[in-house]
């Protein structure tokens, strides 16, 4: 059974830091994982999609990287700032559905 | 172009009720997937369908039920809710089955009381 943890759980910096959270997933199996971003009281917002053959993904500030073999993916944040502060959600998906992580929860402070 | 579109976005209901929630996915979207928040549980797949099939269910009982109609938009039902069925239900959808991107609504909050 698939299990996809996320550490660390919560995470509090200060404006300006570079930031990596971590996903690790207990089976190789899947066709993609998906980042995503939840605001409270929100719905879900993606962020990046890393295809299975794909090693890392790029969108502004944000880098994510997957290793399959290993069962991990790191989500790289660069320059944090306050609009950042957020929920962090990564996202395997297998077999048409997708088995979230428990998620990161990020402050970022002024 | 418009997100995925859900309503109604907050509900109450007394246990016993049923509920009917909706979603209009992206246009062109063909999947359209439920989920279940809660801060217990996390976030769990309810099923998932394309062209009017359900193509996969999650471990939900059978008081939960969907459907989806000929221009993809999704209805789920929830019958003789129970206190534990408060939750976010999240939609998603997505242009093909498995390997795009999937896109969520803002939810909907149901309260059972």
């Known amino acids: 059974k698939q299990e996809v943890t996320q550490i660390p759980a919560a995470l509090s910096v200060p404006e300006g830091e570079n930031l990596v959270l971590n996903c690790s997933f207990t089976?190789?199996?899947?066709?993609?994982l998906q980042w995503f971003r939840q605001d409270p009281g929100k719905g879900l917002t993606s962020l990046l999609l890393?295809?299975?053959?794909?090693r890392e993904q790029t969108s502004g500030r944000l880098n994510a990287s997957l290793d399959k073999s290993s069962g991990r993916s790191t989500l790289y944040i660069a320059a944090s700032q306050p609009g950042d502060s957020a929920t962090y959600l990564c996202?395997?998906?297998?077999?048409?559905?997708?088995?979230f992580g428990t998620g990161t929860r990020l402050q970022v402070f002024p | 172009k418009a997100g995925v579109t859900q309503t109604p976005r907050y509900l109450i209901k007394t246990r016993g009720q049923q509920v009917t929630l909706s979603c209009s996915p992206i246009?062109?979207?063909?999947?359209v997937s439920w989920y279940q928040q809660t801060p217990g549980q996390g976030l769990q797949f309810l099923f998932e369908?394309?062209?009017?099939?359900?193509?996969n269910k999650g471990n939900f009982p059978g008081r939960f039920s969907g459907r989806q109609f000929s221009n993809s938009r999704s209805e789920m039902n929830v019958s003789t809710l129970e206190l534990g069925d408060s939750a976010l239900y999240l939609c998603?959808?997505?242009?093909?089955?498995?390997?795009?991107?999937?896109?969520f609504g803002e939810g909907s909050w149901l309260t059972v009381v």
């Open positions: 998603a959808s997505s242009f093909d089955r498995g390997r795009n991107t999937i896109y």
């Open positions: 089976d190789s199996a899947i066709y993609n």
């Open positions: 890393i295809q299975s053959s794909q």
């Open positions: 996202a395997v998906g297998v077999t048409d559905k997708l088995i």
């Open positions: 246009s062109g979207h063909r999947s």
């Open positions: 369908y394309f062209s009017e099939t359900q193509r």
